[in-house]
Nanobody, 117 residues
Framework: QVKLVESGGGLVEAGGSRRLSCVVS??????MGWDRQAPGKQRELVAR???????NFAESVKGRFTISRDNANATVYLQMNSLKPEDTAVYYC?????????????WGQGTQVTVSS
């Protein structure tokens, strides 16, 4: 069974930075990324990175967040800078896994990020 374990969440002041990490329990990973869900809102895509390194971001985080991955260690990172109170959410790690019979999407349990004003 594929497991995704996030770390790095916590409380940070507005304007501050935080780095999230996520380790995946398999190496057969295609895309990796992060989603988030704020209270009372739908879950939204924050960032994605392909195995080759192509990236895309939500408009709301462009220029402030960066995403990177370490394929050798099946780890994805989200560096969040210039944080705003509206970035407060539970952040979920995402991985698309290449199984022999096809692809499947997985998410972690989530890590809370709270940005105080």
């Amino acid at each position: 069974q594929v497991k995704l374990v996030e770390s790095g969440g916590g409380l940070v002041e507005a304007g501050g930075s935080r780095r999230l990490s996520c380790v995946v329990s398999t190496s057969s990973i295609l895309a990796m990324g992060w989603d988030r869900q704020a209270p009372g809102k739908q879950r939204e895509l924050v960032a994605r990175i392909t195995r080759s390194g192509r990236r895309n971001f939500a408009e709301s985080v462009k220029g402030r967040f960066t995403i990177s991955r370490d394929n050798a260690n099946a780890t994805v990172y989200l560096q969040m800078n210039s944080l705003k109170p509206e970035d407060t959410a539970v952040y979920y790690c995402y991985a698309q896994i290449d199984h022999e019979v096809g692809y499947a999407d997985y998410w972690g349990q989530g890590t809370q990020v709270t940005v105080s004003s």
